[in-house]
């Protein structure tokens, strides 16, 4: 992982909003997983789709962002 992606990870992961979707499950919680648009899909998790919020997250403004359902389907880098 590169010292960018750690600077993103770092000013970003407070503002993931991923904890209050429907799509987040228990195992997500568990390990704390979140910001997956720069970290990437869930690695261990897995999930049925129930909506994504992540068009209405502040990081998808901060940082540009076009895509959703990150940690079903990879970062929006790997989306690309
Ligand atoms: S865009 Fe989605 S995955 Fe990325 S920080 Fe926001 S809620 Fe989390
Ligand atoms: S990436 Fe999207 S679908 Fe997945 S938990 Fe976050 S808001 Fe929900």
Redesign the pocket.
């Known amino acids: 992982m590169t010292e960018d992606k750690n600077t993103i990870i770092a000013q970003?992961?407070a503002?993931?909003?991923?904890h209050?979707?429907p799509t987040y499950n228990e195992c997500m919680r568990a390990d704390d997983q979140?910001?997956?648009?720069?970290t990437g899909k869930s690695p261990t998790c897995t999930f049925d789709k129930k909506g994504?919020?992540?068009?209405?997250?502040?990081?998808?403004r901060v940082?540009g962002?076009k895509r959703?359902y990150?940690?079903i389907r990879g970062s929006?880098q790997e989306q690309k």
């Open positions: 970003n992961r503002k993931c909003i991923c209050s979707c979140l910001l997956f648009c720069v994504c919020l992540c068009p209405a997250c502040p990081v998808t940082l962002l959703s990150y940690c929006e």
